[in-house]
């Protein structure tokens, strides 16, 4: 049985996250109050008892769903034997320390600057996302393309499960797609509660800035290979992870291929880390047969 790790991304948080975690837990502890150091701000508070909209904020949402879900794999100690790993967006930095070609500390400080660098680049630019349900990627692409053509910036950003596709870019595009769509069978198009336009080209500021911190971080060869966002693929070299993951910031999220290729490379069981159902979900839709649980 080979056993697929995954680690979920912005949308699965909640306040309360790992707050039995730290209460039940020394090790929890540290790596908690460690994170309070290293961050600066008292991060614990705000998961564990802080509101709704401090965690909707992407400098808390960020560091607290890695905290969460590192936390957990590492209280696992030898339970936890992946045969590959993959995140979701944010969640393939948690899936390298999981692999353990990151350490806990260094992901941690390459999250908090992933986190500021994007809070900024949507202050440059007001921007949203929208879900697409029901809807071919042919058609989602095309009715993109067609708009940016026009001076627009929209692009499909998060390939999540067959039907499901999110979209990203300029409100005005967003929005102009969101209608086109509807136009042409979507079951539904819903501009989603976010403060910019991830996995866009609208992230460029946003990637340069954290292009300059991964490449300074040390990057170890993997225990076992990550399958990354931007090609779907495993990938084991340090170096070419690196690339993967600055590319990641304007890139789509291609999660469905993802889970075809974990599969295909002889996953036969999903082990969601984190907090959170939402991948298990996902799982399931690419396919029905596949065991999907939580950690």
């Known amino acids: 049985m080979s056993k697929a790790y995954l680690f979920p991304g912005q949308g699965s948080q909640f306040v309360g996250m790992g707050k039995e975690l730290y209460a039940s837990s020394p090790m929890a502890k540290d790596l908690f109050e460690r994170a309070n150091s290293l961050l600066g701000f008292n991060i614990t508070n705000l998961m564990f008892s802080g509101t709704d909209e401090d965690l909707k904020q992407t400098n808390v949402t960020q560091p607290a769903i890695f905290l969460h879900s590192v936390v957990i794999a590492i209280t ?3 339970q936890l034997q992946p045969d590959m790993v993959a995140g979701h967006s944010l969640g393939e930095f948690s899936a390298l320390v999981a692999n353990k070609t990151l350490l806990f500390e260094d992901a941690l400080l390459l999250v908090k600057k992933r986190a500021d660098a994007m809070q900024k680049a949507c202050a440059i630019s007001p921007s949203t996302m929208a879900a697409i349900l029901n809807l071919d990627d042919k058609i989602v692409e095309d009715i993109c393309a067609e708009i940016s053509s026009a001076g627009e910036v929209v ?3 998060n390939y999540n499960c067959p039907g499901q596709i ?4 300029t409100i005005k595009g967003v929005n102009e797609a969101c209608e086109k769509m509807k136009a042409a069978g979507a079951k539904r198009a819903l501009v989603l509660p976010v403060g910019g336009a991830f996995h866009s080209p609208l992230m460029e500021p946003a990637r340069a800035e954290l292009a300059e911190a991964i490449h300074s971080t040390v990057f170890s ?6 399958y990354q966002n931007v090609n779907a693929k495993a990938v084991s070299s340090a170096e070419e992870i690196k690339n993967n993951l600055v ?7 291609r999660w469905t291929q993802t889970v075809q290729n974990m599969i295909a490379g002889g996953a036969t069981q999903f082990i969601e880390v984190g907090p959170g159902k939402v991948l298990q979900g996902l799982v399931k839709k690419v396919n029905k ?7």
């Open 76 to 78: 696992m100690g030898d």
């Open 247 to 253: 590319a990641q910031l304007t890139a789509p999220v």
């Open 221 to 226: 060869n993997p225990v076992c290979p990550v």
């Open 289 to 295: 047969e596949m065991e999907a649980v939580s950690a």
């Open 155 to 157: 692009v499909a950003a």
């Open 166 to 169: 999110v979209i990203s870019g």
